[in-house]
């Protein structure tokens, strides 16, 4: 309920300034891009959902989409992917309207005290109430001097959405570093887990209890073979044993490592044994193995959360 009235206030406010044709820092959510949402059909197709790209391209139609996935064994995986190719919402000077909550003139105002953005709007409509003579909430009215101009609102915009994307950056790593340090001593551990993502050199996996996320390199999957990479469908497999590994298989995996310094948490397919090696291969692959774990000339594989942010 209180997030009802706090959408309600932002969006009272955002059709007060575009009424009066203000300058205003609008809260923007561009419509999703074509090609992205493209390629979120054909994998959606692959899983059994029809996904009817001109509808989705509007707030209802994606809702629908979305609503489409409930119950479905990639629910989380495939909604996950569908917010993927949305646009990131951002500060802007120019109201092109807010996508994702179906509003045409859409800005942040009601947390001043821990948004920069929100006090810019704050001062704005104070100035607009002191030009009308009217009290602003029973402060003190505000200093006169130049209205803010509307390149001037553009720079804010720019600076605020910058530190916006470096904080979420810092908070992603955050979590990652928290979930290594927790794992660490759940080395060996067997849990029970889901698909969440597949990329070409493994799979990460969510596991239920604790709800962590780990990645299944594809050299500790099933021993003696090789995977390719099904991009479209977002799945690997195997080319000897043709088993497939896609969005929302349910998996037991064993945790292979936990490192802090990586922020990683590394698993395996459990009851799979490792792929035989030549006793020179191994003690090469030691030998040249990166004091922190990381392989030589390739930078740690990392996911980017499904966390969005109205």
Avoid at 34 to 62: C, W
Avoid at 87 to 99: I, M, P, S
Avoid at 129 to 136: E, Q
Wanted: a positive charge.
């Amino acid at each position: 309920m209180i997030e009802e009235f706090m959408l309600a206030a932002n969006m009272a406010v955002g059709e007060s300034f575009e009424k009066r044709g203000e300058p205003t820092l609008w809260r923007i959510h561009p419509v999703p891009d074509a090609e992205k949402l493209h390629n979120f059909s054909a994998m959606a197709e692959r899983y059994g959902i029809q996904v009817d790209e001109e509808q989705a391209r509007t707030p209802a139609g994606l809702a629908a989409v979305l609503k489409r996935l409930r119950g479905h064994p990639a629910e989380k995986a495939l909604s996950f992917q569908a917010l993927r190719s949305l646009k990131q919402a951002t500060y802007d000077g120019t109201n092109v309207g807010h996508f994702g909550l179906a509003a045409s003139a859409y800005l942040h105002f009601t947390s001043p005290i821990r948004r920069y953005p929100d006090v810019v709007v704050h001062r704005l409509l104070k100035r607009r109430l002191a030009s009308l003579g009217k009290p602003a909430g029973g402060f003190p009215p505000l200093a006169q001097g130049p209205a803010t101009s509307p390149e001037e609102l553009r720079q804010i915009a720019a600076e605020s959405s910058f530190a916006e994307r470096k904080a979420m950056e810092v908070e992603r790593e955050v979590v990652d570093l928290y979930r290594s340090f927790f794992m660490r001593d759940r080395v060996g551990d067997v849990l029970d887990g889901t698909i969440s993502g597949v990329a070409s050199f493994g799979a990460f996996v969510a596991a239920d209890q604790p709800f962590v996320e780990g990645l299944v390199r594809t050299e500790h999957l099933i021993p003696d073979d090789f995977y390719d990479y099904d991009e479209v469908a977002c799945r690997l497999v195997g080319r000897r044993s043709g088993r497939t590994f896609s969005l929302g298989d349910s998996v037991k995996v064993e945790v292979l490592s936990a490192s802090v310094a990586r922020r990683q948490v590394d698993l395996r397919l459990h009851g799979e044994r490792p792929r035989r090696e030549s006793r020179g291969t191994g003690e090469r692959r030691q030998k040249n193995r990166h004091p922190q774990g990381k392989r030589p000339g390739k930078a740690t594989p990392k996911r980017t959360s499904g966390k969005r942010r109205r």
